[in-house]
């Protein structure tokens, strides 16, 4: 349909394309070639394809001065004859239209021949036309749902195989275009459950595992892990992705790669990043109980013999290391309970001896979120704690065990870094005393030391904006907490004014003591 706003520009830019229609359907290459020069003189390629891009999506329409045909016609046109200047305009002005009709009410209409140029697209060596395809796909799967996303499956699955069929011959480019298909696909997987289950009817999840297990490229096996990773992690997670990523046919070279075998060293090269899909996984498998069965209970012994292996390689950066061991106990109670049994794994956690300011708040910050998990939302919108809140009584077993990790009492330990002059450590104290604080017990723990209550109420030692309000949030936890009821009425009176200040409460001084 016309624009009824149209800028005179517009209409100029909309004339010179029906000319161009009118020579295409009667093959008149020197009266394209004089259209297409008039078109560059009147205006930008970006101009030009963004005032060129709606038509594609339209239904066709008699009052339209465009069909979607010709509008993709004259598209394809002025791209093959000048590249250079319209294939990134082009696909920038596809992406956007495609994401403004996927968040408006307006109806989307793609033509098979539309699509077929969409994917074409993910064969192009130019990686910003590429990658603009890839989420223009995704996004009118998200918009069209089956309708499109069937038939968008099966082409990008057979453009992967064509690819992976290429790798005698041309091996880059065709890991490249295979890659790109793979990552397209992925975010498709990820949509719903009902993508998820077309994408496993075109067999675009043995493409995957034929690309994991295909040992003569590494690099080509990190980024399908790194893919994998994506499908773990993705929110929200759907039952038919959760019920595949556990499957046999996943979790056995993920182990094997990771070094979770009864038998066997993590691989050097992709030991590391199966580590990291293994710790998502096991995040992943709390939040089903189906999920978390016998499959369940090989991957917390299988991710247990691996982290092994990795604290006795030390090939495996500390941070990583401490990520994937949290993400392991905060899977379920009885994976925490086999970290704080097992002595190695506990001290390369929580041991702060050698560690420097970013870890040591990384580490305080990976035990808040083990006893206090955050919240996700899931498919339904509804708010989810994807990893096990552990007991009281294993929570403090945690708390306790990070002083004695370290050879201090563990509530005088976390408050001398939360009076450190790094900002970032005091972050990471306040985020645990928070966590702990919500225990049913962790109030009484904390207000034992003699200094906690000192500290809670002190204002006067945090100058920062996000550190006043992660200690105003500590305070708020204590004031919700079970504690509340067993402290005396002055300093739950303290606690009331504290709040009632708000985080950035700054005590004025008299006119007298400010001119002494």
Request: charge should be negative; include cysteine.
């Amino acid at each position: 349909m016309e624009r009824s706003t149209a800028s005179p520009d517009t209409e100029r830019v909309l004339n010179i394309f029906c000319e161009m229609r009118d020579y295409l359907s009667q093959q008149d290459g020197e009266a394209l070639k004089s259209a297409s020069k008039k078109l560059q003189s009147e205006c930008k390629p970006q101009f030009t394809m963004d005032t060129l891009a709606p038509f594609l999506f339209r239904e066709s329409d008699p009052g339209a001065k465009l069909s979607s045909q010709e509008a993709l016609s004259v598209l394809g046109y002025l791209v093959a004859s000048d590249s250079s200047s319209y294939l990134k305009p082009a696909s920038v002005a596809v992406k956007n239209e495609a994401e403004r009709l996927t968040t408006s009410d307006q109806p989307m209409i793609v033509s098979p021949e539309l699509m077929t140029v969409l994917v074409d697209q993910l064969n192009r060596e130019d990686v910003t036309a590429s990658a603009n395809a890839s989420e223009t796909i995704v996004m009118c799967c998200r918009k069209l749902g089956l309708s499109f996303g069937e038939p968008a499956l099966r082409a990008v699955t057979d453009a992967w195989k064509l690819a992976l069929g290429r790798m005698g011959s041309d091996r880059t480019t065709a890991s490249t275009v295979a890659v790109r298909c793979a990552s397209t696909i992925v975010m498709m997987m990820s949509l719903d459950d009902t993508m998820m289950q077309s994408a496993l009817s075109v067999g675009a999840n043995q493409l995957l595992l034929t690309m994991l297990t295909d040992d003569s490229d590494p690099l080509l096996q990190i980024s399908i892990l790194d893919l994998i990773e994506k499908l773990a992690t993705t929110q929200p997670m759907h039952h038919e992705r959760a019920n595949w990523l556990f499957s046999d046919q996943i979790m056995q070279p993920l182990l094997r790669m990771a070094g979770g075998e009864e038998e066997g060293d993590p691989d050097p090269i992709l030991g590391g990043p199966a580590l990291r899909v293994v710790a998502a996984l096991c995040k992943l498998g709390h939040r089903d109980s189906s999920l978390f069965g016998i499959a369940g209970t090989h991957l917390l012994n299988g991710f247990h013999r691996a982290l092994h292996s990795w604290e006795s390689s030390g090939e495996l950066d500390r941070l990583a290391l401490i990520d994937a061991i949290s993400s392991f106990a905060s899977a379920s109670s009885d994976a925490l309970d086999l970290v704080l049994n097992d002595p190695v794994t506990r001290e390369t956690w929580l041991s702060l001896s050698v560690a420097q300011p970013k870890l040591k708040s990384v580490i305080l910050t990976s035990v808040a979120m083990v006893l206090d998990p955050s919240p996700e939302v899931d498919a339904n919108g509804d708010s989810i704690t994807t990893s096990s809140v552990p007991t009281n009584d294993m929570g403090m077993k945690l708390y306790a065990s990070l002083g004695r990790s370290n050879n201090l009492q563990t509530t005088e330990l976390v408050l001398s870094l939360a009076k450190s002059p790094l900002p970032e450590t005091r972050l990471g104290a306040y985020s645990l005393l928070k966590a702990v604080a919500k225990l049913p017990t962790g109030g009484q723990v904390l207000f034992s030391h003699n200094d906690f209550h000192d500290f809670l109420i002190n204002r006067d030692r945090e100058k920062t904006k996000e550190g006043r309000e992660a200690k105003y949030a500590l305070v708020k936890a204590i004031y919700e907490s079970e504690v509340k009821g067993l402290l005396a009425d002055d300093i739950v009176k303290q606690l009331e004014n504290y709040l009632k200040e708000g985080p950035h409460y700054v005590q004025t001084l008299s006119w007298e003591l400010a001119t002494d």
